[in-house]
C-alpha cells in the first residue's frame, strides 16, 4: 500500500472516530443501529486472524534460517518483553502509591463478588502452563486461542528448517498463504474508517452518560491513563531511540493506524494485520522480524494491561483500607508482570490475571466490582499501549537481527583472511 493511500486511511480513521463521538454526543442511543457496520469489520478482522498467526509464524521462523538462531532471537523478544512489562508494571505501582485514588472510595468488605468472576477464583500458573498446548489446534484456532496456535506454528516452522528440500513446498505454501493474507489486509483497511466509526458509535452509545459512569473513579482513571501515558510517550520511545535508533516520532506516526484500531476494537490480537502491514512497510522492519516478534507481541506482550493490574489492585487495598507492606508490593509486582505474559491463551485474560494478582496478597475478589463500570473504556487505551509496544519491540529485535548478521559476516571475513 502506497503511503499516500495509507494516509487517506488514517485521516479516514480520526473522522470516523470524531464523527462517531459527535453523534452520540447528538443523537444519543440511536447511534447503535451503526454498531453492525463495527460488527462486521471486527468479524472480517477476526476472520484472518489464525490464519495469519500461523503463516506469519512460520514464515518468519523459516527466514531465519538456522532453528539454533530461532531460539536466541525468541528469548531475547521474550526477554525484552518480560522487561517492558516490568517497567511498565514498576511504574503503575510508584504512580498509584503517589496519587492514592482509592483513598476516600467507599467499598464494603464481604460484597458480592461480580458475575464477570465468578469461575476463575481457582485459576492458577498451572492453568497458565496448561494453555501453552491444545489438545485439538484446530479447535484452538476456532476458539481464536492464539497461545497454543502460536506454540504449534513455531515448533512447526522449526521443524520445517531442518528436513531440507522436502518441507520446501510446504514452505512455499505458507509463503503463498501469507501473501494472500496481506492482500487480504490492504482490502479490509479500506473499509477501517467505516468499522471504527461503528465500533466507536456503538460501544460509547451503550455506555450512558461517561461523566456519570466515571463518577468517584476519576482519579483512578487518571492514575492508569497517567502511567499508560508516560508508558506509552516516553519510555518506550526512549527504549526504541537507545536500542534501534529508530526517530520515535516518525515511527510513532507511521503506527497511527493501527493504534487507532486497537483503540476502536480494545483487541491487539484483531489489529496483528494492521500492525504487521505498518510494520513492514512504512517503519521498513524486516519481514523475519515482523512476522515472527509481532505476532508473539500480540500474544505475551501487555505492558499496558500489566500497569493498569498493578494500579487497579493497590487501589483496591487503598478502597477497603488494607496498608499493603513493601513485601506485597513486590509480590503485586512479580504477579502482574508474570500473569500479564503467560495468560494470553486463557479465555477473559484480563479478568484471570486481575484474579490471581488480588489473591496473591489476599485482596478480596468484590473489588473488581468497583473497576468494572470503566474497564471497558481503560481496556481500549491500555490495548493501544500494547500495540504500540509490541511494533517497538519489532523495531529493535530488528536492528538486534542486523547486528548478529553483522557480526556473523565479520567472523567469516576474519576467517578467510587467515
Known amino acids: 500500500m502506497s503511503p499516500r493511500t495509507s494516509n487517506y486511511i ?23 443501529a451503526f454498531e453492525w457496520m463495527g460488527t462486521l469489520f471486527l468479524r472480517a478482522l477476526k476472520m484472518i486472524i489464525m490464519p495469519l498467526i500461523m503463516a506469519s509464524m512460520i514464515v518468519g521462523i523459516t527466514t531465519l534460517g538456522d532453528v539454533r538462531k530461532l531460539g536466541r532471537v525468541g528469548g531475547l523478544t521474550v526477554l525484552y518483553y518480560a522487561t517492558t512489562t516490568g517497567l511498565a508494571v514498576a511504574l503503575g505501582i510508584v504512580l498509584v502509591n503517589i496519587i492514592q485514588p482509592g483513598v476516600g472510595v467507599a467499598m464494603e468488605v464481604g460484597a458480592a463478588t461480580p458475575d464477570a468472576v465468578a469461575g476463575k477464583e481457582e485459576m492458577g500458573f498451572v492453568d497458565i502452563v496448561l494453555s501453552f498446548v491444545s489438545e485439538n489446534v484446530f479447535q484452538s484456532m476456532a476458539n481464536l486461542d492464539i497461545l497454543p496456535v502460536i506454540v504449534f506454528s513455531l515448533l512447526l516452522g522449526a521443524i520445517l528448517t531442518t528436513i531440507g528440500r522436502d518441507g520446501e513446498p510446504v514452505i512455499a505454501f505458507f509463503n503463498g498463504l501469507n501473501e494472500a493474507i496481506m492482500k487480504m489486509v490492504v482490502l479490509l483497511m479500506y473499509f477501517a474508517p467505516f468499522g471504527v466509526f461503528g465500533l466507536v458509535a456503538g460501544r460509547f452509545a451503550r455506555a450512558g452518560d461517561l461523566g456519570e459512569l466515571i463518577g468517584g473513579l476519576g482519579r483512578y482513571m487518571l492514575t492508569v491513563l497517567l502511567g499508560l501515558g ?14 534501534s535508533r529508530r526517530n520515535p516520532l516518525r515511527y510513532l506516526a507511521n503506527m497511527a493506524t493501527p ?15 494492521l500492525t504487521i502491514e505498518a510494520t513492514e512497510e512504512r517503519n521498513e522492519v524486516s519481514r523475519e522480524s515482523a512476522y515472527f516478534v509481532l505476532p508473539l507481541g500480540a500474544t505475551v506482550n501487555m505492558d499496558g494491561t500489566a500497569l493498569y493490574e498493578s494500579v487497579a489492585a493497590i487501589f483496591i487495598a487503598q478502597a477497603v483500607g488494607i496498608d499493603l507492606t513493601f513485601g506485597q508490593q513486590v509480590m503485586i509486582f ?27 496478597v489476599g485482596l478480596p475478589l468484590e473489588g473488581i466490582a468497583l473497576i468494572l463500570a470503566v474497564d471497558w473504556l481503560l481496556d481500549r487505551f ?28 565479520e567472523g567469516a571475513g576474519t576467517g578467510g583472511e587467515g
Open 10 to 32: 488514517l485521516v479516514g480513521i480520526v473522522v470516523g472516530i470524531v464523527a462517531a463521538f459527535v453523534g452520540v454526543e447528538l443523537f444519543g442511543e440511536r447511534m447503535i
Open 230 to 243: 508516560i508508558h506509552g510517550f516516553i519510555v518506550l520511545p526512549l527504549i526504541l531511540w537507545l536500542f
Open 259 to 273: 493504534i487507532l484500531t486497537a483503540f476502536s476494537t480494545a483487541s491487539s490480537s484483531a489489529t496483528l494485520p
Open 334 to 360: 512479580l504477579t502482574a508482570t508474570l500473569a500479564a505474559i503467560g495468560a494470553a491463551g486463557i479465555p477473559q485474560a484480563g479478568l484471570v490475571t486481575m484474579v490471581i494478582v488480588l489473591r496473591a
Open 382 to 409: 491500555r490495548t493501544a499501549v500494547n500495540v504500540w509496544g509490541d511494533s517497538v519491540g519489532a523495531g529493535v529485535i530488528d536492528r538486534v537481527l542486523i547486528k548478529m548478521r553483522g557480526t556473523a559476516g
